[in-house]
């Protein structure tokens, strides 16, 4: 069983930059594959960023592909997810996600086993 708590969310102009992290419970975090995904207002859940268990592999969105980019510190049991250039359009809240045993694309294609709460990341025009 792994808990992913979220932190780093808050409110940031456009063009501006926010960097979230999600620090993981238990002894496991590098044998998972790890991701993130955001939810706006009345939409459906969107794929953002997912990372291999060993970090060699990344995958975006194409909303982001190019301005956020996802890391992962495996001693420090933390993913981080660095967003810059911010849109408006990226105001949601945002969930780290993991698997074990499974890779950064089928993270992307929504095999997860553990959400996080959430973190509120607004971004004002």
């Known amino acids: 069983q792994v808990q992913l708590v979220e932190s780093g969310g808050g409110l940031v102009q456009a063009g501006g930059s926010l960097r979230l992290s999600c620090a993981a419970s238990?002894?496991?975090?590098?044998?998972?594959?790890m991701g993130w995904f955001r939810q706006a207002p009345g939409e459906d859940r969107e794929f953002v960023a997912a990372?291999?268990?060993?970090?060699?592999?990344?995958y975006y969105g194409d909303a982001v592909k190019g301005r956020f980019s996802i890391s992962r510190d495996n001693n420090k049991s933390t993913l981080y997810l660095q967003m810059d250039r911010m849109k408006p359009e990226d105001t949601a809240i945002y969930y780290c996600?993991?698997?074990?045993?499974?890779?950064?694309?089928?993270?992307?294609?929504?095999?997860?086993?553990?959400w996080g709460q959430g973190t509120q990341v607004t971004v004002s025009s």
């Open positions: 990372i291999s268990w060993s970090g060699s592999s990344t």
């Open positions: 996600v993991g698997a074990p045993g499974t890779s950064g694309w089928s993270i992307r294609n929504g095999a997860i086993s553990y």
């Open positions: 238990g002894r496991t975090f590098s044998s998972y594959a």
